[in-house]
């Protein structure tokens, strides 16, 4: 397996990382929680989930592996600013993740799938859910808080120049490489 830094938040993460958008949900819980040790077995490190994600029983297959699953290994999920609009709902999802998950801390904490700067700006505003975010990464809940975004470079490079999230998670493909590679190449001359 290769492993990266994850730009400048110290730690080394799999090239490859364990997603949990899919499921069999034919199939119970722990079954799905095997899928992970097998990753962690082949070297995957870093496992990203969602609340919602199949069903809403993502984080919980995910807390089943975390149960037994030893050794290093980084945890990410994530929450919308529609949904998690206050500081205290951001900060009372962060806690809810961390039961689902049985973890006591997240290491990347996304604010999710931002498409359009209003949607950052009501993250970012007083009393939203960044406050809520920094106020669980004071208390050693998250590490890091980062963002998830289908925007336009230009936009990404705004929100890189804010300098309030340690890291990025953006789809760079054939299709919109015109639009969001000067993103993309603006978050890694900026460590992220």
């Not at 492993?3 to 722990?30: P, Q």
């Not at 899928?35 to 919602?52: M, R, S, V």
């Not at 975004?149 to 490489?177: M, W």
Request: proline fraction near 2%; charged fraction near 25%.
């Amino acid at each position: 397996m290769i492993y990266k830094e994850y730009g400048n938040t110290g730690k080394k993460v799999s090239a490859v990382s364990f997603g949990g958008m899919r499921f069999d949900m034919k199939k119970s819980i722990e079954e799905n929680a095997e899928l992970l040790h097998y990753a962690y077995e082949k070297g995957i490190n870093l496992f990203d989930t969602a609340p919602g994600y199949c069903d809403d029983k993502s984080e919980l297959i995910f807390g089943e592996a975390f149960k037994s699953l030893r050794g290093n290994y980084y945890v990410a999920t994530k929450a919308m600013p529609e949904s998690f609009d206050t500081a205290e709902k951001a900060y009372e999802q962060v806690c809810k993740s961390l039961d689902r998950l049985n973890v006591d801390k997240i290491n990347f904490y996304y604010i999710w799938c931002i498409r359009k700067m209003s949607q950052y700006e009501l993250a970012m505003r007083p009393g939203g859910q960044y406050e809520g975010l920094l106020r669980a990464q004071e208390e050693g809940l998250i590490d890091h808080i980062t963002l998830s975004s289908h925007q336009t470079g230009n936009e990404l490079k705004h929100i890189i120049d804010d300098k309030k999230v340690s890291g990025l998670l953006i789809g760079v493909n054939i299709l919109n490489f015109p639009y969001r590679i000067s993103g993309a190449e603006h978050a890694v001359a900026n460590k992220m």
